[in-house]
């Protein structure tokens, strides 16, 4: 069974740095993409990142330039570098886990959820 256990949260003042980690077990050798959404009070949730196994990165276009996704393969983990952190970027931020099955299918999973709060 996937389980992705997230790291890293906490509260920062505007400007400051954080930096997220996501170990995922039990997934064995497989093709898959590994990222990060985030979810504000009332909204819905969106991406921020993510990073292919070959190393391909996508981020939202409010992120760009201030967080950087990376990953070790050889340990299944997952990394988000938030700089430059904004009040804005205050969100519950999930790991997620994609395993992908080829012919466009792929199946989700998900951590518990990690608190980012940035203060002004």
């Known amino acids: 069974q996937v389980q992705l256990e997230e790291s890293g949260g906490g509260l920062v003042q505007a400007g400051g740095s954080l930096r997220l980690s996501c170990a995922v077990s039990?997934?064995?050798?497989?093709?898959?993409?590994m990222g990060w959404y985030r979810q504000a009070p009332g909204k819905q949730r969106e991406l921020v990142a993510a990073i292919t196994s070959s190393g391909s990165t996508n981020y939202a276009d409010s992120v760009k330039g201030r967080f950087t996704i990376s990953r070790d393969n050889a340990k299944n983990t997952v990394y988000l570098q938030m700089n430059s952190l904004k009040p804005e970027d205050t969100a519950v931020y999930y790991c997620?886990?994609?395993?992908?099955?080829?012919?466009?299918?792929?199946?989700?999973?998900w951590g518990q959820g990690t608190q980012v709060t940035v203060s002004s």
């Open positions: 039990g997934s064995g050798r497989s093709i898959n993409a």
């Open positions: 997620n886990y994609r395993h992908l099955y080829g012919s466009g299918y792929w199946s989700d999973y």
